[in-house]
């Protein structure tokens, strides 16, 4: 079983051997294995599958990629690049997880909001 397989809910999908171009925007969680260049937006999750081409501007809660991507990913929550994902440009998130085999050519900026709280938490300082 593939590591991008989460079990999670899938509410859309592009094959492979299909190619599109322009904006997509959903709210749960989307799979690309075709080839798709344009705008992604959603509140929930977006899975680049092996076969896998993007070329895009990506604003999402979470990405986990397996195939290849060139252009911007931020996501809310974490990016995942695995083993076979090949990323070029920029990415931002407050989780960056990038796999043993994975390629990443680019900037990454990591939102201190996140690591502030449980820094905030963890500090003897904050026990009260």
């Known amino acids: 079983?593939?590591?991008?397989?989460?079990?999670?809910?899938?509410?859309?999908?592009?094959?492979?051997?299909?190619?599109?171009?322009?904006?997509?925007?959903?709210?749960?969680?989307?799979r690309i294995d075709g080839t798709f260049?344009?705008?992604?937006?959603?509140?929930?999750?977006?899975?680049?599958g092996e076969t896998g081409e993007v070329e895009a501007d990506i604003d999402v809660v979470h990405v986990a990629v397996n195939g290849r991507v060139k252009g911007s990913?931020?996501?809310?929550?974490?990016?995942?690049i695995f083993?076979?994902?090949r990323v070029i440009g920029s990415?931002?998130?407050?989780?960056?997880?990038?796999?043993d085999?994975?390629?990443f050519q680019g900037s990454c900026q990591m939102e201190m909001k996140a690591l502030e709280g449980k820094t905030r938490e963890s500090s003897p300082q904050a026990v009260k």
Request: net charge positive.
């Open 1 to 30: 079983m593939n590591k991008v397989d989460t079990g999670m809910k899938i509410s859309g999908f592009i094959d492979k051997d299909t190619e599109l171009v322009g904006d997509i925007k959903f709210k749960e969680n989307f």
């Open 37 to 48: 260049k344009g705008k992604i937006l959603s509140g929930g999750g977006l899975i680049i």
């Open 73 to 80: 990913i931020k996501a809310k929550e974490k990016i995942e």
């Open 83 to 85: 083993s076979h994902g």
């Open 91 to 99: 990415v931002a998130a407050p989780k960056l997880v990038i796999e």
């Open 101 to 103: 085999g994975a390629f």
